[in-house]
């Protein structure tokens, strides 16, 4: 266990913090209370990533166990996000500058200029993050949402996350990768299934999808090979601005 870290990483799910998991070396896991912790070396800085488990609540428990915990220099707030515009497509990547919910509060980033610049891993956007304690799967729901909002992109645990960092005088940034396009719509299987925080309730809601609709099993392979491109997309970025860290 690290007695203090470079840069804490805050995902919500291992599908989501699998491929920056990859890319550590000398890792050491151990469970929280309703979350799990993961730390390691990544180009000679020691991180630790938390995976919180869904929504704005755990992501805010987590967060403050983390700096509570290892005490990092940074925060990033990582994880997949969706399309509330349509010039976003799936894998681009999104620096929010304003973090907002559905109350009308507001918080304010500044995501170094350089890592607008770092094209090499898709496009980059920056602009607004509209931060929401539920899955926003329809594209009627992320077009108004995007309509009225003027965000970019949603998600379901940043703004928790910034909160958090931003109260107790932590450095944070966030980074997101889109999942799903704005037109696009999660089936109700995959909605169920992103909402399982452990490996065995995510099997079990796999079957259950399996069981009542059979031809589930496209859909479920599609978004298990979307991810793995997410995440993998989203690692090397993050691998990267981790090392620009100062």
Same mark, same amino acid.
């Given at each position: 266990?690290?007695?203090?870290?470079?840069?804490?990483?805050?995902?919500?799910?291992?599908?989501?913090?699998?491929?920056?998991?990859?890319?550590?070396?000398?890792?050491? +896991?151990?469970?929280?209370?309703?979350?799990?912790?993961?730390?390691? $070396?990544?180009?000679? $800085? $020691?991180?630790? *990533?938390?995976?919180?488990?869904?929504?704005?609540?755990? @992501?805010? %428990?987590?967060? !403050?166990?983390?700096?509570?915990?290892? $005490?990092?220099?940074?925060? *990033?707030?990582?994880?997949?996000?969706?399309?509330?515009?349509? !010039?976003?497509?799936?894998?681009?990547?999104?620096?929010?500058?304003?973090?907002?919910?559905?109350?009308?509060?507001?918080?304010?980033?500044?995501?170094?200029?350089?890592?607008?610049?770092?094209?090499?891993?898709?496009?980059? %956007?920056?602009?607004?993050?509209?931060?929401?304690?539920?899955?926003?799967?329809?594209? =009627?729901?992320?077009?108004?949402?995007? !309509?009225?909002?003027?965000?970019?992109?949603?998600?379901? /645990?940043?703004? @928790?996350?910034?909160?958090?960092?931003?109260?107790?005088?932590?450095?944070?940034?966030?980074?997101?990768? *889109? *999942?799903?396009?704005?037109?696009?719509?999660?089936?109700?299987?995959?909605?169920?299934?992103?909402?399982?925080?452990?490996?065995?309730?995510?099997?079990?809601?796999?079957?259950? @999808?399996?069981?009542?609709?059979?031809?589930?099993?496209?859909?479920?392979? +599609?978004? =298990?090979?979307?991810?793995?491109?997410?995440?993998?997309?989203?690692?090397?970025?993050? @691998?990267?601005?981790?090392? /620009?860290?100062?």
């Amino acid at each position: 266990m690290f007695p203090g870290c470079d840069v804490g990483v805050v995902f919500a799910l291992e599908n989501e913090s699998g491929g920056l998991e990859d890319l550590l070396q000398e890792t050491t +896991r151990w469970q929280g209370d309703g979350f799990l912790a993961i730390a390691g $070396r990544l180009q000679e $800085r $020691r991180v630790v *990533i938390v995976r919180s488990g869904a929504g704005q609540a755990a @992501a805010a %428990h987590a967060t !403050e166990a983390l700096l509570d915990g290892h $005490r990092p220099r940074w925060v *990033i707030s990582a994880g997949f996000a969706g399309a509330l515009q349509p !010039e976003l497509q799936r894998y681009d990547l999104v620096l929010p500058e304003t973090v907002i919910r559905p109350d009308g509060q507001r918080l304010e980033l500044s995501p170094p200029p350089e890592w607008s610049a770092q094209t090499t891993f898709g496009p980059v %956007h920056r602009g607004v993050l509209f931060s929401v304690d539920h899955l926003v799967a329809a594209p =009627k729901e992320k077009r108004t949402l995007g !309509e009225k909002s003027g965000a970019l992109a949603v998600d379901m /645990e940043s703004f @928790a996350v910034v909160e958090v960092c931003q109260r107790r005088g932590t450095p944070v940034l966030a980074v997101r990768i *889109i *999942i799903d396009r704005l037109e696009e719509e999660l089936p109700p299987e995959v909605r169920g299934l992103l909402k399982q925080k452990t490996t065995a309730a995510r099997l079990g809601a796999a079957l259950g @999808a399996l069981w009542n609709r059979p031809s589930s099993w496209k859909d479920l392979y +599609r978004l =298990k090979e979307q991810a793995l491109l997410a995440s993998d997309r989203l690692a090397r970025f993050l @691998a990267w601005a981790i090392g /620009e860290v100062r």
